[in-house]
């Protein structure tokens, strides 16, 4: 998959930068051409992601870029990215109803139905690494 | 001043004519096929491999032409049946007014996950712009009703909903009602009534109406 | 620094909030403060939720829309939301939250309306009960 030069990187600290980041992606999502609810689509799951980052890491940041795949489609890709703590146990936080003891979700199976692909990856101690992408029909 | 030999002669003979091959084989490889082979009128070695080279591009050209009109008649085929594809679209999730803020959404077909989501669009434009507040869902047509169809019916009921638009689903069939049960999907905030006509009377009586003879004239 | 208020208006005795721009979490919690402030004040019987031009509804704002309605509930009074746009309503069922006692209507006209009906069924039933 080719990167194209449309980059867009919104650091991600207070619940500010949640709007600004899912604004950043609404409006890449909307240039590349994306309908009114596809790009409310991304911009929720940007939302979702980059409040995960408030709450359960010191900072992290949300790209977001246009991508091309490997038969030509066009589509957006976010990654939103932080220095927290990790995830323990992945399974568990994708599954429906899993919630936090303070009674939040990480609402990640609803970002994952949201978009068309979802990647996760974690390291305790190190940080979380989510990618999701949507392709233009 | 060396006169040229018979052999360098000769070479240089063979190099011209070898050069203007090339250049043609070359032209002809990167796809201009507009050059042509010369062929001296005096026949030498190379003449044979001069007409065979010759006859060789006119198949090529002629070669290409065919792919050329097969190509856009293709293109042709390509785009009616887009154009087919895109009405068959529409047709497969009309909403129809029948009443004020009243809305009727027959569908017919197999209903898969793009589909789904093409009719939660369709039936949320057709909310906004009629203002509906009760819509009758008809699945008469739908030949199969599994647990994933159940299911996108449902994401559709729930988000007409949010727009405040009450959802009632005409059509099951004791069969699709009994095999729904049986795969224990829950159709518990699901108002359902046999068919088109009850589904009517439902609206009506949700939006507080009745429907009384006219009084006849003396 | 102070967070920019939403005006909360009141119609008769119901109070209607229309929500103008993206609201980050801090505005978020102030707005439900203020409004549930307004109806201890004001003793509305009914409030009104204008989201006509929100275009972003995440679970964050969903649980706090659920809280106002709850806790709006608990002191008496009725909660209607009005123009959710149907991009908001398609993620918000795919996202999986759902809108615990929440009664929505398309716009503040129907709103107003379904209002009416519901604090009238309400007091129906509180004479005859």
Known sequence: MAPSAEERCVPVKTDLDIVSARVEGRNLARELG?????????????????????????????TVRAVVSDDGGRGIEVVCEDNGPGIANVALVMQDGYSTSSGLGMGLPGTKRLMDEFEIETKLGVGTRVTVRKWLK | MAEKTDLDQYKEFVKERLKSLLDVVQSVSSGDFSVRVETPEEEDEFTAL???LERMIDDLVEANKVSEERMATLQTVVEEKE????????????????????????????????????????????????????????ITGVPVVDTSVANHLIQTIKAAALLGAKCVVVGISSEVAQSLINLGVDLSGVVTRSNLQAGVRYAMEMMGLEVVPKKRER | MEVARIPI????????ASIQMALHDKAAIQFRDDLLERIYATKARGLILDLTAVDVVDSFLARLTGDIAEMAGLMGTTVV????????????????????????????????????KMVEKESTNGTIG
């Open chain 1, 34 to 62: 994306f309908g009114t609810i596809d790009q409310a689509r991304i911009a929720t799951a940007i939302s979702e992601l980059a409040r995960n980052v408030v709450l359960y890491a010191p900072e992290g940041k949300v």
């Open chain 3, 81 to 116: 939301i009005t123009g959710l746009q149907p991009e908001v309503a398609v993620t918000l069922v795919e996202l999986g939250v759902e809108l615990r006692g929440v009664t929505t209507a398309l716009n503040l006209e129907k709103g107003i309306a379904a209002l009416r």
């Open chain 2, 50 to 52: 001069s007409i065979e």
């Open chain 3, 9 to 16: 208006l009141q119609i008769e005795n119901y109070l209607v």
């Open chain 2, 83 to 138: 154009r087919l594809l895109k009405t068959v679209r529409e047709l497969s999730s009309p909403v129809i007014q029948v009443w004020e803020n009243v809305l009727v959404m027959p569908l017919v077909g197999a209903i898969d996950s793009a589909r789904a989501t093409r009719i939660t669009e369709d039936l949320l434009t057709g909310i906004t712009k009629s203002q509906a507040e009760i819509v009758i869902i008809d």
